[in-house]
Structures are given as C-alpha cells and as structure tokens.
C-alpha cells in the first residue's frame, strides 16, 4: 500500500526562539532549519511500515520555500521513495496545507497517510484532523502504535487518562505523538542515495487551491517572564517558607 | 453572537476544563450555549445546566458518540454549530482531536489553545513551546478555539439554571469504532486539576524511585507529573508528562525533583502560583523560575521533606 508523510520545515528544537524587536515576527535570521521532530516520527513509521511489508511505496511531501526541499531530503535519506514539494512562500496555514495535502491525496491515492501531530512552531494540532474532514476520513491523532490489519488500521492513542485503541477503515490518517518510535540517523550512503531519489515540485495555484490566511497575527511578544525567587538553605527551610510565607501547604 | 461550549466529559459528570472553557466563553460575551455529545450522558447534561452563565444546554444522546470518536462528533459540532458566531472547547485531547475536524467541514480555521481574549475577533495564543506569545484576528464568520483551561478561572459549577434541549442528530461515519482503553487508575487528584503537584525529572534515575514522589503527593494530597526527560527515559507513562507537549498545569505549588528545567517543561507549568525545585545542579535552568530552589541530593531532600511536613 502506498503511504504518504507530510513533513514540515521548522525551527530547530534546540533553538530558543526570539521575536522581533518591532513585534511583528519571531526572529528566524539565521538560525538552523529541521524537519519538524513529529514529522520525522512519522516518516520513521512509515519506512518502518515497508520494512515490514506493508507498505510499498513511501511519498514524502512538504508545503514550503524552495529550501524546503532540504526536509523533504532528509525523509528520502531515512527510507521515503519520492518527493512532492508545494511551494509556496506565503506562510500558509493548517486549513490551507490541509486543502493542499487533500489535492495531492486525491492525485496519489495512500491508503495511509502519517503526519505529526503538531508543528513546533505554530503549535496548532490542527492540520491532520482538518485533512482527515476534508477527505472523508478517518483519524487516529496521537498515535503511540500503529498496526495495519487488512483495510483497517488500529491506533493507539495517547489521551488524557491513558491510552485509547480505535480501529480506523482505510484510508486513513494518523498523527504521531512522541512514543510511536525512535528515529533513525540516515546514513551517509542513504543520504547520498537520498539526493538521486525523485521529487516532483507544485504549486498551489496549479493544484487549484486558495492558500489565503484566515488569520492574521497582529503581534508577537515574549511571555511575562517569571522572577527567579530565592535559594532556601536546607529543607527546614523550605518547609518554614511554604507553611508561613507562601502558605501553600 | 452566541457561543457553543463542546462539553468535556465522561456521561456521568462535567470535567473541570469545561468550567474555563464557559468561563473564556464569558470573556468574549453573548449567549452560551453547551453542547454534551455522549451516550447516557443525561447526568452530565444536568450538571452543564447548573453552570454559572450557560443560558441552554443541548444533549446529544447516541451510542455513536459515546466514545467520543471524532468521526461522530465532528459532524455534529459542525451541524450544530453553524448557527453559532463562535465554537469554543477545551484543549484537552478530546478538544485537540475533534475540533479541527468540525472546523475543517465549516471551512473556517481554528485558533488553538488561547490564553485570553482581546476582543470579540482577537485571541492571545502561545507558539514556539510557549517561548512567543501571539496575538492573532480571526476573519471568519465562526470563530472556532481551544481554550487552554490553566489560563481561565473556572466558572462557578452551581448556581445557573440553564434550558436542557435533546438534539435528535446522530451521526455516524461508519469509519471508526473503539476497541479498548486504558485509563490509569489513581487515587491521586487529576494532575491538571490538582491544587498541588510533585514532578519528578531524569534526576530520579528509574521508574522505581518515583516511589519516593508517590508517598511524598500522598501526604500532600498531590498529583504527580513528569518532565519529558522522565518519560522518554521510560520511568513513568506518558500521561504523567507536564510541557509543551504533554500537559498544561497550574497548580498553586508546584514542586520540581530532579528536573533541569528545559524550555518545553517550563511551557508546562510555569503559570502555578509558587514554584520549589530541588536539584543538585545549583545551574539548573529550573532555579530561574523557581520562587524557592533548593539545592540539594534529592535522594537526601524528599525523606527529609516527607517526614517535616
């Protein structure tokens, strides 16, 4: 079964992001580009997929700048087959990339299709369930084990209380949480092999969709910064502050 | 406008997170209306009624929504909800999980998880691990969001009266079904709802050393967390992880064992009331928000601390 992976370029995790001293954006000059960690969760089931024989053919896709195609690389050195970029330099929403990733679907056809469950950038959790309503199907957000059986799938899912198992009909789409797996390190041959694999690039307004923002970040500002209290010196102390200066317990 | 608060619930009673959700609601003002999406949740629907400033409660009533299977309930809210100027649900994985599907089939976006209100069209939200705060204007007609519940006051739970209307709908999808759940049984508060919490981080060394957390939030009537460093070591599961990818607390004293105190940790908890941390590197990040840090071997501090209070 052909399976498709979203991956999306994004800040580094390492790095602490800053806004913009005049507010209007977070400072992006010159700090190091991953693939999103989620996204590569996801692209690590999927190879782990084929490397089980369930999946056949592996499409990673991406909806970004051209040097996206730097993370769509990446997924190809960890075991993807072929790449579609959807360029874009308009920062396009969950809503938009969702209606983007459902013209591509409808063009390739998955019978899986496996994203993160959220971008650390934005934050939003949104664009896997969007994708999922607006193709009709079904969802398993927050995956922590994937196991296909036949034309149906059954996810595990990380809830509040514990874990939730639902059996999803294929297609389907999953959102990977943290615990799904372990991402490899792509080798320097499969890097280089990387670099030979196919990858088609679009756009937007060739797939037909309107990528226009619905909302519009007026500002950005750093959180209320907490103040450091003050250093107790042993634990007699500490209980001394918490009954009689906090009076939290 | 009239708001639809989509209930968080288990048929029987209201989770908390609702309150704040009402409560954001309130924050934006208009008529509010709650949704309760379950099978025999008539308990649950009575509870939504007695809430502070819900003016109606709708009941859907259907085995096909009993597990909440965002399939169902998507249809519904979206449904329901187009008659309304603003779809509002807790950030909580049932919110995260259904709404961006009821959003997506009304072809509006979705603001996720605000932390206050600036006006009728204006949210604050929180991206990058918590490290930048947004201020975001939606242009849709329906204004769907997550609230993130830490950033509310609860809305009083008694005092409303509110009308419980039966809404006949169900939808099935027939494309997904519940096998099983595993819920962790505790009787420890629930961590997001806890007046205090202990979290324990890669400092603890194994799951088994948790114990000396566990006897220690007992004595306190806590809950216990974990930081992400805990959980991908495997001490603990991952439901006990507090940060920008588990969840969000803000209790009124939050106590850090071990725990160094990385940014997507601090995303978690850094709104509780008074922060401790007992670490033995006195350089931990985590003393940068603490209002009391001790430093200290924690396998020497958490006896010492059980036993004094």
């Given at each position: ?7 999306k ?11 913009k001293s005049?507010?209007?954006?977070v400072?992006?000059n ?13 692209v690590?089931?999927?190879?782990r997929l ?9 499409i990673a896709v991406s909806?970004g ?6 993370q769509i690389?990446?997924a190809l050195a960890?075991g993807?087959d072929?790449?579609?970029l ?5 920062d ?5 990339i969702?209606k983007v990733l459902k013209?591509v679907?409808d ?9 993160g469950k959220?971008?650390?950038?934005g934050?939003n959790n949104?664009?896997g369930?969007m994708l ?6 079904a ?13 149906s ?5 990380e809830?509040?209380?514990?874990l939730?198992?639902?059996k999803?009909a294929?297609p389907?789409v ?5 615990r799904?797996?372990e991402?490899?390190?792509a080798s320097?041959p499969n ?7 196919p ?5 937007p307004?060739?797939l ?5 923002p619905r909302v519009?970040?007026?500002k950005v500002?750093?959180p209320?910064e907490r103040q ?8 007699a102390?500490l209980?001394?502050?918490l009954k009689?200066e906090?009076?939290?317990? | 406008?009239s708001i639809?608060v989509i209930?968080?619930?288990?048929n029987a ?5 609702t309150l704040?959700?009402?409560s954001?609601?309130?924050a934006i ?5 709650v949704?309760?999406?379950g099978e025999?949740c008539?308990?649950?629907a009575e509870?939504a009624?007695?809430?502070?400033g819900v003016s109606?409660?709708l ?8 597990h909440q299977?965002?399939?169902?309930v998507?249809l519904?809210?979206a ?5 309304y100027?603003?779809?509002l649900?807790?950030?909580t994985?049932n ?6 599907r ?11 998880e605000?932390?206050s209100v600036?006006?009728a069209?204006t949210?604050?939200?929180?991206i990058y691990a918590?490290?930048?705060i947004?201020t ?9 969001i997550?609230?993130r519940?830490?950033?509310f006051?609860?809305a ?6 509110a ?8 939808h ?7 096998e099983?759940?595993e819920l962790a ?5 629930d961590?997001?709802a806890?007046?205090?919490v202990v ?9 088994d ?5 566990y006897?220690?939030a ?8 974990a930081?992400r460093a ?6 603990v599961p991952?439901?006990?992880q ?9 209790p009124?004293?939050?106590i ?5 105190g990385?940014i ?6 850094k709104?509780s009331?008074?922060?401790?941390a ?6 931990a990040?985590?003393?940068?928000v603490?209002?009391?840090g001790?430093v200290?071997?924690?396998f020497?501090a958490?006896p010492?601390?059980e036993?004094a209070i």
């Amino acid at each position: 079964m052909k399976v498709l992976v979203a991956v999306k370029r994004v800040v580094d995790y390492n790095v602490k992001v800053r806004p913009k001293s005049d507010g209007t954006d977070v400072d992006l000059n010159n700090v190091k580009m991953a693939i999103n960690p989620f996204c590569e969760i996801a692209v690590e089931e999927a190879v782990r997929l084929k490397e089980k024989g369930v999946a056949t053919e592996i499409i990673a896709v991406s909806i970004g700048p051209k040097v996206a195609q730097e993370q769509i690389r990446t997924a190809l050195a960890l075991g993807a087959d072929r790449g579609i970029l959807v360029e874009t330099e308009e920062d396009v929403q969950p809503l938009g990339i969702a209606k983007v990733l459902k013209a591509v679907v409808d063009k390739e056809q998955p019978q899986l299709v496996i994203m993160g469950k959220q971008a650390i950038d934005g934050d939003n959790n949104q664009t896997g369930q969007m994708l999922a309503a607006l193709t009709g199907m079904a969802q398993g957000t927050f995956a922590s084990e994937v196991a296909v059986d036949g034309d149906s799938v059954a996810v595990t899912r990380e809830i509040d209380g514990g874990l939730q198992t639902v059996k999803l009909a294929l297609p389907a789409v999953v959102t990977t949480d943290l615990r799904l797996n372990e991402p490899r390190y792509a080798s320097l041959p499969n890097i280089m092999k990387a670099k030979k694999k196919p990858l088609d690039t679009l756009t937007p307004d060739e797939l037909g969709i309107d990528v226009t923002p619905r909302v519009k970040t007026l500002k950005v500002e750093p959180p209320a910064e907490r103040q450091a209290g003050i250093k107790v010196a042993d634990v007699a102390e500490l209980v001394e502050k918490l009954k009689n200066e906090a009076k939290v317990i | 406008m009239s708001i639809l608060v989509i209930a968080e619930h288990d048929n029987a009673s209201i989770n908390g997170a609702t309150l704040n959700t009402v409560s954001a609601a309130k924050a934006i003002g208009g008529d509010i209306a709650v949704l309760v999406a379950g099978e025999g949740c008539g308990a649950a629907a009575e509870a939504a009624a007695k809430i502070d400033g819900v003016s109606k409660v709708l009941v859907a009533d259907n085995a096909a929504y009993g597990h909440q299977l965002a399939e169902n309930v998507a249809l519904l809210v979206a449904e329901l909800g187009k008659d309304y100027g603003y779809i509002l649900a807790p950030a909580t994985t049932n919110g995260k999980n259904t709404l961006p599907r009821a959003a997506a089939l009304l072809d509006v976006a979705q603001i996720s998880e605000i932390i206050s209100v600036e006006s009728a069209d204006t949210f604050k939200r929180p991206i990058y691990a918590g490290n930048v705060i947004a201020t975001v204007q939606s242009s849709d007609a329906i204004k769907v969001i997550t609230v993130r519940a830490t950033a509310f006051d609860a809305a009083a739970a008694e005092g409303g009266s509110a009308a419980v209307e039966a809404v006949a709908s169900a939808h099935d999808a027939g494309k997904s079904s519940f096998e099983k759940e595993e819920l962790a049984k505790s009787d420890r508060p629930d961590l997001t709802a806890a007046d205090i919490v202990v979290s324990g981080g890669r400092g603890m060394q194994n799951g088994d050393n948790f114990s000396m957390l566990y006897s220690l939030a007992d004595k306190l009537g806590a809950a216990v967390g974990a930081s992400r460093a805990a959980v991908d070591a495997g001490f603990v599961p991952n439901d006990m992880q507090v940060g920008q990818t588990g969840k969000i607390v803000a209790p009124g004293l939050y106590i850090a064992v071990g725990i160094s105190g990385a940014i997507q940790h601090l995303a978690g908890m850094k709104d509780s009331k008074v922060i401790v941390a007992i670490n033995k590197d006195e350089d931990a990040p985590i003393f940068q928000v603490a209002d009391y840090g001790l430093v200290a071997d924690l396998f020497d501090a958490l006896p010492e601390l059980e036993s004094a209070i």
